[in-house]
């Protein structure tokens, strides 16, 4: 059967861009930076972002372009011996990401609908923010909203490339833009919002640890999409034709535009209502409504806001979702329809346990249940919650590897055919492919195994 295709650049630069902005963004990156000291982490992020996120989305779009076929698929045909282990790990990468992203995609979706039927219509901004902790804990609700967000997910992978991931990208992201710019305005022009922009913008590092910089690189992968295969995915579905540095580009700016206003958007609220910046996973949630109540047309804009972010979340799902249904039909034979339904199944139960865990299960961790004594005091990954497990486990460790060695491949192993990929038809010459290659072989390596190597 014929490979599916995008049908122009545009398709490719808009499910690319719907991929990278979702979440990550505006859901993670504010609480994240709220976490981590604010400004110092703002700094190491676009650091982060420009020199080896860059260099990683640009690695992705070559080997996939080159190889037209799935992560595991795309490195046995280019370079074959170990390397197919990469994408095998990013396949499994997918699976942990996408069990507790669509928790939190489940979580938009009813605030949307909260929105709707005046849920989030009290005007004391302590009583918005205790709301999210009411709807957190309530398991049914909270589980249903998960399976919903996943049905939509493989409703609309099942789709294939140009009738669902295409279209869905279109339209909604450049209102999704507008919106947060409005709610960005409105929330640096609240009294008292001058104290969260410093912490925003203002670098104290003094604050800053091994695990702040570990916590920005592995937010750099996670924003734009890397280190799993999902960049690498959308780019085998692209004809010869286009100009992958410059879409590289593009990508990364508009991703990184958006976390920044998101983080203007969510921080100096955080301020002015004298909420706490580092509360972790709830800040968006628990942030923004108390903005809303201080618009007019407030439900209008709560609702437009909660959809738009659950459909730019859907549009990264897809992008999550894809490597793995793209291996099981190229590699295994198994048809789009099985192959998406299975996996919809199996990742949703996989998410359940994320899916308590800010409610009734807030208690648990890998130490408890395991009884780890005082040795693991310094891991960080086994104190978590499950769905804070999850993320750091995939964002702090999985990707960041994953980028890696997609880096070292591009770098050492086909770095004449990644070269002559990157400058193909469409774009012509490409002059920093001297400077690309370097950071391929020694810069990423070297830093993100730094990274990691101290941080854990
Ligand atoms: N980049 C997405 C976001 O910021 O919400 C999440 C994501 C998508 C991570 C695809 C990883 C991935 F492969």
Redesign the pocket.
């Known amino acids: 059967m014929a490979r599916d295709h995008f049908a122009t650049r545009l398709g490719f630069v808009l499910a690319a861009a719907g ?11 504010p609480f994240m930076a709220g976490q981590n000291g604010g400004g110092a982490f703002l700094v190491l992020y676009l650091g982060f972002v420009l020199t080896i996120g860059l260099s990683v989305m640009l690695a992705e779009f070559t080997v996939g372009r080159a190889a037209q076929r799935n992560p595991v698929g795309a490195f046995r045909q280019l370079g074959g011996g170990v390397w197919p282990v990469a994408g095998f790990m ?1 396949v499994a ?2 699976f942990v ?1 996408l069990s507790f ?1 669509s928790v939190v995609g489940g979580w938009t979706i009813a605030y949307a609908i909260k929105a709707l039927t005046g849920g989030l219509s009290a005007s004391d901004p302590q009583v918005l923010g205790a709301a999210f902790g009411a709807f957190i804990s309530e398991p049914v609700g909270v589980i249903g909203f998960h399976a919903l967000f996943m049905v939509l997910t493989v409703w609309i992978v099942l789709g294939g490339i140009q009738g669902g991931i295409e279209r869905a990208a279109r339209v909604l992201m450049p209102l999704l833009a507008i919106l947060v710019v409005i709610l960005a305005v409105r929330a640096v022009t609240l009294p008292g919002a001058d104290k969260g922009l410093q912490f925003f913008l203002a670098p104290d590092w003094s604050k800053v640890t091994w695990d702040t910089v570990n916590a920005a690189l592995g937010q750099a ?11 690498l995915t959308y780019a085998s579905y692209l004809q010869r034709s286009a100009d992958l540095p410059k879409t590289a580009v593009q990508v990364t700016l508009m ?1 990184t535009g958006f ?1 920044v206003i998101a983080g203007l958007m969510v921080l100096p609220a955080v301020f002015a209502f004298g909420f706490d910046a580092g509360a972790g996973p709830g800040l968006t949630f628990i942030t923004l409504p108390a903005v809303f109540a201080q618009m007019p047309a407030g439900t209008v804009f709560a609702f437009l806001f909660f959809a738009l972010l659950a459909i ?2 859907l549009t ?2 897809v ?2 979702l894809e ?1 793995v249904v793209a291996y099981l039909i190229d590699e295994r034979g198994i048809g789009r329809r099985t192959a998406t339904l299975g996996m919809g199944a199996v990742i949703w139960l996989l998410g359940l346990p994320s899916a308590l865990s800010l409610g009734p299960w807030k208690d648990v961790t890998i130490a408890k249940v395991l009884s780890l004594g005082p040795d693991w005091a310094e891991v960080n990954l086994v104190h978590k919650d499950i769905l804070g497990a999850m993320d750091y486990l ?2 702090n460790i999985m ?1 960041p590897a994953g980028g890696v060695i997609i880096a070292l491949f591009v770098g050492w192993a086909v770095s004449e055919r990644a070269v002559r990929e990157a400058s193909a038809e469409g774009g012509g010459a490409f002059p920093l492919a001297g400077l690309w290659i370097f950071i391929c072989r020694f810069v990423a390596p070297a830093a993100v195994l730094w990274v990691l190597i101290n941080g854990l």
Do not use: H
């Open positions: 991929s990278a902005v979702g979440l990550g963004n505006i859901w993670k990156f990013g990468a997918g990401i992203y992968f996670f924003s734009l999409s890397l280190g799993m295969g999902a960049m991703d976390a730019a979340a990264s799902a992008s999550i490597p995939a964002s990707l």
